[in-house]
Structures are given as C-alpha cells and as structure tokens.
C-alpha cells in the first residue's frame, strides 16, 4: 500500500540501551521528518532530511542520530535511551503542493 | 514564521457547521496557512493550506480574510468523527528547517451529539 509506514508501533527499552525506530515512504519525497510529541509540549522537530545522504538537526536533536541512505527510509536511533526520551515518535514526509503525510507514530517507554 | 493564536477548545453540536478561528498577525506576503488535525492517538491529518484565496476541498473550506492576519476553517456538518485538536500552521517557502511545520497547541474541538 502507498504511504508512510513506522515501525514499531510500540516499544519498551531499558535505559542505556540503543533503540531504532524506522520509517518507510513508499513515494519517493525528498523530505522526510522526525517528530516527538510529550503532553504540554506538542509536536517537536528532531531532525529532517531534504534529500538522501543530507539531514539537519531540528528543535531538540540531542541523543537522536538520523541516517538516510536511501530516499524511501528514513531511521531515527537513540544510542542511549533515556526516560527523558519517553515519548511518542511521528515521521512524515512532503509532499510539494499537496502537504506533509504522517505516519501512524511509535509509542516509546524507556524504564 | 508567523506565529498563530488559536481557542484551545471549542464545542460543536453535530451535524452543524465547526469554525474555529486563528489569527496570525504577523504573517507575511509568501507564508501559507496550514490547517492539520490530529484525532486522538493517530499522526496529524493535513486538512487544507492557502495563500490569499479561499479555498474549498471534500473536508473543509478555508476563508483567509483580506488583510490575511485571520483566517478561519469550516468544517460545514461536522460529525463526532471531528472530534480532534486542529492545528492551525503558517509557513513560509523558504527552506529553514527543511520546510517542517511548526505545531502550537491548537484547538481541541469537541463534537456533541
């Protein structure tokens, strides 16, 4: 099916531990994003990427590393995973004239 | 980008038409206005986005007053399936932050039976 997948849905990781959460667009947008939502805080840019091999840090990068190697995914990697970084992840792509597509997110609990 | 200030909740009675304001005051001549909702639990859904005209699709309209410092969003019969936090976004098409969109609090819209 056409559109953006994440993977996992859901997460449990222990502290310290590196943890991937993936994200698949089956167009072929250069711009692909990395979204956390916390209650009280909305939505925030981690990090984005205007085409493969080129990604930049957005509002709160640290203790996230991003990667694109090809144009369809785009991975999002805690190395160390801490509570602070508890949240729900959201991935998203633009579509030029059309609008921003997002996935369906991934719930993280660090413990 | 132009900062929005939008109700943080509304309520609406079914079947009836939903129009939740914002206001960007300091918007300017090349920002676009972005209308996203995200229903509970689920990624946000674009909904509409324009520059200066008012622009209908099959989810809602979207009426940007003349001076284009307000804008509203229609949703003409909304149903409880609206019930949702709707985002109102301004951007530019400059290329800072790769084009991401900058989510506030929005408004939480209540549809009642």
């Known amino acids: 099916d056409a559109g953006i997948t994440q993977s996992p849905r859901y997460k449990i990781t222990e502290t310290g531990r590196q943890v991937t959460l993936m994200c698949h667009q089956t167009w072929s947008h250069s711009y692909m994003f990395w979204y956390r939502q916390d209650l009280g805080h909305g939505l925030r840019l981690i990090y984005y990427s205007a085409a493969a091999d080129i990604t930049d840090k957005g509002e709160v990068p640290d203790g996230y590393v991003v990667s694109r190697s090809k144009t369809e995914n785009f991975p999002l990697t805690l190395e160390s995973a801490t509570r602070s970084q508890t949240s729900v992840y959201f991935c998203a792509t633009r579509q030029p004239g059309h609008g921003y597509t997002f996935g369906s997110g991934t719930r993280l609990t660090v413990v | ?113």
């Open chain 2, 1 to 113: 980008d132009a900062k929005t200030t939008q109700p943080t909740s509304m309520d609406c009675a079914e079947g009836r038409a939903a129009n939740l304001p914002c206001n960007h005051s300091t918007i300017s001549g090349n920002e676009y206005v972005y209308w996203y909702r995200q229903i509970h639990s689920q990624g946000p859904q674009y909904i509409i986005h324009g520059l200066k005209n008012n622009e209908t699709n099959e989810m809602a309209s979207l009426i940007i007053t003349e001076d284009r410092k307000s804008s509203t969003l229609i949703l003409p019969h909304a149903t409880l399936r609206d019930t949702a936090v709707y985002y109102c976004i301004v951007r530019g098409g400059n290329q800072s932050g790769g084009y991401a969109l900058n989510f506030g609090k929005g408004t939480s819209l209540l549809v009642t039976p």
